[in-house]
């Protein structure tokens, strides 16, 4: 780090709970508010543990296509943002996101709490974990212990293992960021009820702020989309934490 950046360092910690709406802008697709449907596929039929006893190949198919999607596509500003703020503050994320584009910006602390695309295991209790990058699973690639691979992916009905940690991050916040997510999907939604009631909460959405947040905090909304909305928090939260 250089002397500047050391000297000017603010010792607080965000944590940003991001979700698909920040890789939306780079053009990694979505299914929310599209019937349900993801990239014209039902999510029950590709993303769920029956999914993957009635049809395997069927669900390889469609994550490999999600993998050479994200093969394609670059950060945006909004991640490119949050990476250079680990220069002057404590950043730690906590995402939705399957894809690895806030380590691709540069970013050094991101739990995913949904799996991640660039990885494999053993469809026998997720066991060897390998990384695969932005290669294709075959039919007929196994594990060690002789099982077909699967995407390491949190599926829809399977538990989340690294909520509870999620949790205790979260629980260390002086700021929380909410930026590409609604927050309508459980456990991640229960995650604001962990947060101090003292730690304010900036949300980034263009859209109005619909979520249920039940919390006592002080909750403000940048109605911007994700990279500026992004310019604005960096430029508030410097402010606000550098005059405290």
């Not at 584009?101 to 660039?118: D, F």
């Not at 994700?226 to 934490?241: A, D, P, T, Y």
């Amino acid at each position: 780090m250089a002397a500047k950046d050391a000297q000017n360092r603010i010792e607080k910690k965000l944590v940003v709970l991001s979700g698909a709406g920040i890789s939306a802008e780079s053009g990694v697709a979505t299914f929310r508010g599209s019937g349900g449907l993801w990239e014209g596929y039902d999510i029950q039929e590709v993303a769920t543990p029956e999914a993957w006893e009635a049809n395997y190949k069927r669900v390889l198919e469609f994550y490999n296509a999600r993998r050479r999607n994200i093969a394609e596509v670059e950060p945006n500003m909004a991640h490119t943002l949050l990476a250079e703020m680990e220069s002057w503050c404590d950043v730690r994320i906590v995402t939705q996101n399957i894809d690895n584009l806030h380590e691709q910006a540069g970013s050094t602390h991101v739990l995913h709490l949904h799996g991640e695309i660039t990885k494999a295991c053993s469809s026998n209790g997720k066991n060897h974990i390998t990384e695969i990058g932005f290669d294709d699973i075959a039919d007929g690639d196994v594990c060690l212990d002789g099982f077909q691979m699967r995407p390491f992916i949190v599926w829809f009905g399977e538990n989340v293992p690294q909520i509870e940690y999620a949790a205790e991050v979260v629980r260390t916040a002086d700021v929380l960021l909410i930026i590409g997510t609604s927050l309508e999907v459980y456990p991640a939604a229960g995650l604001v009820d962990f947060l101090e009631s003292h730690v304010p909460i900036y949300v980034i959405d263009a859209n109005p702020v619909q979520h249920k947040i039940s919390a006592p905090n002080s909750v403000t909304h940048i109605a911007r989309g994700g990279s500026e909305g992004m310019k604005e928090f960096v430029e508030i939260l410097k402010n606000n934490l550098r005059y405290e």
